[in-house]
């Protein structure tokens, strides 16, 4: 069964930084076995909402949010089967709880927990 842990969230001011990490796990769990890996964000008063990952079929793109383009970045690491959001230059607006998502060639979808981030002074 897969499953995707995150890690990382926490309270942090104002242009500041976190990064994220989403470990994968599960029988024979590999980054290559996914189409898309990346993370989305959701607020109370906000739907879920995708905010940065890769799409992997038909060469690859990288997708930003407009909202976060140049200030956060997304990597992967399949040696340790993880994921990652490096958030720069933080702002009140990026307070959310934030997801990692896989989707599977087989279109399986899978999602953790969240982690909370949390940017107030």
């Known amino acids: 069964q897969v499953q995707l842990v995150e890690s990382g969230g926490g309270p942090v001011q104002p242009g500041g930084s976190l990064k994220l990490s989403c470990v994968g796990s599960?029988?024979?769990?590999?980054?290559?076995?996914?189409?898309?890996m990346g993370w989305y964000r959701q607020t109370p008063v906000s739907e879920r909402e995708l905010i940065a990952g890769?799409?992997?079929?038909?060469?690859?793109?990288?997708h930003y949010h407009d909202s976060i383009k140049n200030r956060f970045t997304v990597t992967r690491d399949g040696a340790r089967n993880t994921i990652y959001l490096q958030m720069n230059d933080l702002k009140s607006e990026d307070t959310a709880v934030y997801f990692c998502?896989?989707?599977?060639?087989?279109?399986?979808?899978?999602w953790g927990r969240g982690t909370q981030v949390t940017v107030s002074s």
């Open positions: 998502n896989h989707i599977a060639a087989k279109k399986a979808e899978y």
């Open positions: 599960g029988n024979t769990f590999t980054l290559k076995a996914y189409n898309f």
């Open positions: 890769f799409f992997t079929t038909n060469g690859g793109t990288t």
